[in-house]
């Protein structure tokens, strides 16, 4: 069944609500736009038996990609690049497509093994994946100490998002290379001296966890483009390929099992049922062995206090929480309170909001001001800071898991948590732009994390 990126146009926040509510359409939450002229406009993809649905109950909505065609044209671009190019150069600034699953994790073990290195540890996560990959994180540091800051990147989650992988690995490669040969690093108009960078690899420790689904990855960059999830098999009895797999992001330990079977009010789109949508939630919290490994890092590095999960699309920085709005009043109002179940997850009401102490959300919106301002370098583009909520709530999220952790467990420390949503709606197949506009994004972003590594203090 073909699928395509769509623009839907409704009249108010209850149609809105509704294409996640009632038509189960996959949209992408942050590119919901409120309209001059009156209603909302979003990004979505979308299938022609739900458009001709939404175009009876309405809607209005404006194909323009065929999804499928696009995403076999990109891939079909790698395949054909891959035959002519050695892979000996893994910069990613030479190369001129994609990394794929093999790339990525020889890039980051060659990352990590330069001679006479005290700078760098390649880890092996302790999870295989359910098609037996083994998975790697570096760390980047040089020194010991309980007071060192531990900043924590985590992309490829999202199988078809595939420019997370290759920002990731040249953020390692930039920084490793610099700090190796006492250099500094330029990016656009911004420039980090030798000393600067001196001071983020000596001060503080970085994990970096690049390609945590690499599965998807695999089956995304050589079968169905517009895959998202990993790849755990259907359960008995299905053979339909959408069965396949559990949405990573919404299978962490945070109100994980708040969908709108549980509260059908609410518009979040999480599922129970493998066969239906693209954002099952797993048959357990933390059932798979991706989110397993993500969350291992957060334990066996417990001065973590910084995380960026990276994703795409629509350019927006985005902070806790996504459950509900946010607000500073009531601590009693949160997520452990069983009071409120039931009413959580409606953007536009008052009977819930999430409490963020008033401290932490001032100090997060600023780091991410500054992450805003670094990408805005490099060519103008403006990135949204938003709270993660917007339209559409969610759960089981790794940035609202990691920032629940100290609040569920105070021996654990207190993490702030991001996600970044790279690129623009308006590029052709937004999760994998041609490799030109990808570059352009991989320097925005590559600025945004050595600008966040920078400040974190
Ligand atoms: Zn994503």
């Known amino acids: 069944m073909p699928r395509y990126h769509v623009k839907i146009l409704g009249p108010d926040y209850d149609a ?10 996959t949209v992408a939450r942050h590119t919901a736009e409120k309209l001059v002229e009156g209603g909302y406009r979003i990004d979505a993809h979308a299938t022609g038996t739900q458009i001709r649905r939404l175009e009876a109950a309405g809607y209005t909505v404006d194909r323009y990609e065929d999804a499928d065609k696009t995403g076999k044209a990109r891939q079909a671009e790698i395949r054909k690049l891959k035959k002519t190019v050695e892979a000996e150069d893994h910069l990613v600034a030479a190369a001129p497509q994609y990394l794929n699953v093999a790339q990525v994790e020889s890039a980051l073990a060659a990352a990590a093994s330069a001679p006479n290195e005290s700078f760098t540890k390649l880890i092996t996560l302790p999870r295989k994946t359910w098609e037996n990959r083994v998975c790697h994180a570096l760390k980047i540091g040089k020194g010991e100490g309980a007071n060192r800051p531990g900043i924590y990147f985590l992309g490829g989650v999202h199988a078809r998002e595939w420019g997370s992988c290759d920002i990731l690995i040249n953020f390692v490669q930039l920084l490793t290379q610099a700090y190796r040969t006492n250099t500094g690093v330029t990016l656009g108009t911004k420039t980090y001296t030798a000393a600067q ?29 517009m895959w998202r999830k990993n790849r755990r098999p259907a359960p008995a009895g299905h053979a339909e390929a959408q069965c396949v797999g559990v949405d990573i992001n919404r299978n962490y330990d945070f109100l994980w099992n708040y969908t709108r079977y549980f509260d059908p009010a609410a518009p979040i789109a999480n599922s129970k049922d493998p066969c239906e949508a693209e954002v099952y939630i797993g048959p357990r919290a933390m059932s798979e062995p991706e989110t397993k490994n993500a969350v291992w890092l957060f334990d066996q590095f417990p001065n973590i206090s910084y995380f960026i999960d990276v994703h795409s699309y629509s350019e927006a920085i985005l902070f806790n929480w996504g459950d509900d709005t946010n607000q500073i009043n009531d601590p009693g109002m949160n997520f452990q309170n069983a009071a409120f179940d039931g009413k959580r997850g409606i953007a536009t009401d008052a009977e819930y909001k999430e409490f963020i102490d008033s401290a932490d959300r001032t100090a997060i919106v600023a780091l991410a001001n500054r992450m805003r301002d670094a990408i805005k370098t490099v060519r103008g583009r403006n990135y949204n800071v938003q709270q993660s909520v917007g339209l559409y709530p969610t759960a089981g999220t790794s940035d609202d898991y990691a920032f629940s952790r100290h609040i569920v467990d105070a021996g654990k420390a207190k993490v702030y948590s991001y996600t970044i949503e790279w690129g623009a709606a308006s590029n052709p197949t937004p999760f994998h732009p041609p490799y030109s506009e990808m570059m352009m994004i991989i320097r925005e972003i590559t600025l945004a994390l050595l600008e966040f590594c920078f400040r974190a203090k």
Do not use: C, E, W
């Not at 509704?18 to 189960?24: C, F, G, S």
């Not at 690899?201 to 695999?218: E, L």
């Open 197 to 225: 960078i001196r001071s983020i690899v000596n001060t503080k420790d970085i994990v970096v966890f690049p390609q945590a689904n690499p599965d998807g990855r695999n089956h995304s960059m050589t079968k169905d483009a």
């Open 16 to 25: 809105m609500a509704d294409l996640v509510r009632t038509y189960n359409v």
